[in-house]
């Protein structure tokens, strides 16, 4: 079609002369009109406001959105004749959530949504955004599905969260990350999926490159080895010091933030000292690693929906769950930190030294199950859990100026919940309602089909 018009143009301004007049008519005249779209504005009614989880709530008020963007919040319910300028208040949508809890959309800070097939990268984007999540930070996932799916979601043409991918995790050959380990002889994996395998300060330092020129929003290390995993290397550090300094000086000077997947005590606080914004998991974190973090202001994304998840597959396992192999099986029964008592319990070690937590979830649940966890078992006020999953979240992803409150200007992310989770955290569970950059996914009694 755009060559058609341009041969068109072509043939008319020949006909008219190849004066630049004549071929701009020619080409207002046969260029397609490109009419700018009506906006579209949604007037949220909200019985209780969160407008920012670090202020009082507000009873009886509204979010005005125009497109993907917040215009105003104000107090009482307003009907569309408070917008002006012209708009016909038949042209604006108003959702009721007037016996509703509404607030800013909430933030998952460690998911994996393209791990895997594009089929199950789609289910996930899905999955996660009617969970709630509005943002979610991709902990590492196929490349070739995670970018052009992040980008095609904010593009609007796909159902999902805002997404900020990492690509390849990059881990030591043979490390936790590197997914060719005891499948020589059944399947190789992808090549992607090894992609993040790198050794030596050298090797490191291209692979943290190579993730940035491919997309990377933030770069995520397998910084110790891993729980789910057959590779009998302990639950410690995997890179030496100077590979960890390398690859954070490396994504550091490129702008990129750094995650570290870090389980033993000795490997969270490597990774620390070498500068990492967040330790991912830190289930045996100790005092001293604590105060450390507290010292270098790393935050903690404690994911205790990792272990959840991990120990009701291996105790009662459903149909369709993700495989899990005897050995890890026997390494996770055989571990304190993942059974149900031991939940949390790195949770209670960073507050006690005023470490920033942070709230991922892994692979599985939302980040209401997250919150329920991270104040059932880990000791936080349903108020901070609130607080960390909007404001601490947009802080670590760096993206406060665009979400984690509801104000002119941020974007439309709006959840809303069945119940307070002020007074009761399992309220954030209950999901009724998901605006994700101005786009309504579901509503009470619809949900996309
Ligand atoms: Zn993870």
Redesign the pocket.
């Known amino acids: 079609m755009k060559h058609k018009t341009i041969a068109l143009a072509v043939a008319a301004a020949a006909l008219l002369g190849a004066s630049g007049v004549a071929l701009a008519q020619a080409d207002s005249v046969l260029a397609p009109k490109s009419e700018k779209p009506a906006d579209r504005w949604t007037i949220i009614h909200a019985g209780t406001l969160m407008a920012d989880a670090g202020k009082p709530v507000m009873r009886n008020a509204s979010v005005i959105v125009k497109n993907d963007k917040v215009e105003a919040v104000r107090d009482g319910f307003v009907g569309p004749d408070a917008i002006g300028n012209g708009v016909a208040p038949a042209g604006v949508a108003v959702v009721e959530l007037r016996d509703k809890f509404v607030m800013a959309g909430l933030i998952d800070a460690?998911v994996?949504v393209g791990f895997g097939s594009w089929i199950a990268a789609l289910q996930n984007a899905r999955e996660k955004v009617f969970g709630g999540a509005t943002t979610v930070r991709d902990?590492?996932s196929t490349p070739e599905v995670i970018f052009p799916l992040r980008d095609a979601i904010n593009r609007g043409l796909v159902v999902g969260p805002r997404i900020l991918a990492s690509g390849s995790p990059l881990t030591t050959t043979g490390g936790h990350g590197d997914f060719r380990n005891g499948n020589f002889q059944a399947s190789l994996a992808p090549p992607a999926f090894s992609s993040g395998v790198c050794d030596g300060v050298g090797e490191c330092e291209k692979v943290t490159r190579r993730q940035i020129q491919l997309g990377a929003d933030q770069i995520k290390i397998i910084d110790t080895a891993g729980v789910v995993d057959d590779s009998y290397t302990g639950l410690d550090q995997q890179f030496t010091d100077a590979e960890l300094h390398a690859i954070v000086d490396a994504a550091h000077l490129m702008k990129r933030k750094v995650m570290a997947?870090a389980i033993g005590a000795e490997g969270v606080k490597a990774a620390v000292r070498a500068g990492v914004d967040s330790i991912?998991h830190g289930n045996y974190l100790d005092d001293e690693g604590a105060k450390l973090m507290k010292a270098h202001g790393t935050y903690l994304v404690p994911?205790l929906e990792?272990p959840t998840d991990v120990l009701r597959r291996v105790r009662n396992p459903r149909p369709g769950d993700r495989p899990i192999s005897d050995n890890t099986r026997r390494k996770v029964l055989g571990m304190p930190e993942a059974q149900p008592e031991g939940i949390g319990r790195q949770v209670k070690v960073a507050l006690r030294n005023g470490v920033t937590i942070a709230v991922g979830t892994?692979?599985g649940g939302t980040p209401g199950d997250e919150m329920v966890l991270l104040v059932r078992n880990g000791g936080m006020t349903p108020a901070a859990a609130l607080r960390a999953v909007t404001l601490t979240n947009a802080e670590l992803l760096g993206i406060s100026d665009k979400v984690g409150t509801l104000a002119p200007g941020k974007s439309a992310d709006v959840v809303a919940f069945d119940g307070n989770p002020l007074d009761e955290i399992e309220a954030s569970t209950r999901v009724v309602y998901v605006m994700s950059q101005g786009h309504q996914f579901k509503a009470p009694g619809y949900q996309l089909p």
């Open positions: 460690h994996h902990a590492g997947h991912e994911t990792a892994d692979f």
